[in-house]
């Protein structure tokens, strides 16, 4: 992954509504959710959680799916591993500190 591509990525996520599809969406885990089944989880209104959709979807993070008048959205697993191995790889260089504070030997 290329310091562009993060950045893209941590863009999409600078939203607080955003992070909070992403954990609903990896709670749902690989089945994903629908639409309106999001907007309700976070509380939002559904013209408001397809926009963040929208976005998660745009900058690759979420993959959607339309299934007849619906659409289904799934967490893009590799792509958020990607993203945490930039991070602690690429962008703080194998840091032990990091890595022990996440978990990662």
Request: hydrophobic share 40%; with cysteine; proline share 2%.
């Amino acid at each position: 992954m290329t310091e562009t591509q993060a950045a893209l990525l941590f863009a999409a996520l600078s939203n607080a509504d955003r992070l909070l599809v992403l954990r609903t969406l990896v709670e749902a885990g690989p089945d994903g959710m629908k639409a309106g089944d999001i907007a309700t989880q976070i509380g939002a209104s559904p013209s408001r959680a397809s926009f963040h959709l929208a976005a998660l979807s745009d900058a690759g993070l979420v993959k959607r799916e339309r299934q007849s008048r619906s659409q289904t959205y799934r967490i893009d697993f590799d792509q958020i591993g990607g993203l945490m191995r930039f991070l602690l790889e690429d962008c703080c260089k194998g840091n032990a500190t990091l890595k022990t504070c996440c978990g990662s030997n």
